[in-house]
């Protein structure tokens, strides 16, 4: 029901775009939430962000400043970007559908920070 | 900040055996608290929300009890099936929000 799509290599500094599309038609039907979770290869899993129906959000604190999440209900779509990326944000990342707990998820891009 | 600490972070069972995971918060968190599966190379699978409600279709043996501090997510007869690694996961409900993995455990 969800897949991440985008670039599986960024360069340092760049900016990570990333794509959830959601199949089964939810974004355009109204009240949902959404969320970006990652983890960072033989590493745990870390919380993003979400995406509230109300097109506001919230955000892990220690990325805030970095991150930004947004929907294109017209696709059936909400994206992440994560500027200023480093080696750190190597990671494999998850969307996911929830507010406190996650089910489904998509099954998860490895992004690569490499140059 | 909440952290969650889970114990052990490894462990090793035998088919039929009762296998208790524990996870502890720093603060009260009340109930609210969940656990995932995670099979390697595959994106985890909600088991328990809320401290002790199953998800749909998740198999009996997998349960989850606990309050305030602390967690466990328990399996009565192990599987196979069920060698992964375990999250427990936590959510704060007034803002800021924001939500906390514990480390995981690995059940082999």
């Known amino acids: 029901q969800l897949q991440e799509s985008g670039p599986g290599l960024v360069k340092p500094s760049e900016t990570l775009s990333l794509t959830c599309t959601v199949s089964?038609?939810?974004?355009?039907?109204?009240?949902?939430?959404y969320t970006w979770i990652r983890q960072p290869p033989g590493k745990g899993l870390e919380w993003i962000g979400t995406?509230?129906?109300?097109?506001?959000?919230s955000y892990n604190p220690s990325l805030r400043s970095r991150i930004a999440i947004s929907v294109d209900t017209s696709k059936n779509q909400f994206s992440l970007n994560l500027t200023s990326v480093t080696a750190a944000d190597t990671a494999v990342y998850f969307c996911?559908?929830?507010?406190?707990?996650?089910?489904?998820w998509g099954q998860g891009i490895l992004v690569t920070v490499s140059s | 900040d909440i952290q969650m600490t889970q114990s052990p972070s490894s462990l090793s069972a035998s088919v039929g055996d009762r296998v208790t995971i524990t996870c502890r918060a720093n603060?009260?968190?009340?109930?609210?608290l969940s656990w995932y599966q995670q099979k390697p190379g595959k994106a985890p699978k909600l088991l328990i929300f809320?401290?002790?409600n199953s998800q749909t279709g998740v198999p009996s043996r997998f349960s989850g009890t606990g309050s305030v501090t602390h967690f466990t997510l328990t399996i009565s007869s192990l599987q196979p099936e069920d060698v992964a690694t375990y999250y427990c996961q936590h959510y704060d409900i007034l803002p800021p929000r924001k939500l906390t993995f514990g480390q995981g455990t690995r059940l082999e």
């Open positions: 809320d401290t002790s």
């Open positions: 995406l509230y129906y109300s097109g506001s959000t």
């Open positions: 089964n038609g939810s974004i355009s039907g109204g009240r949902y939430y």
């Open positions: 603060h009260d968190i009340s109930t609210y």
């Open positions: 996911a559908e929830g507010l406190n707990f996650f089910d489904p």
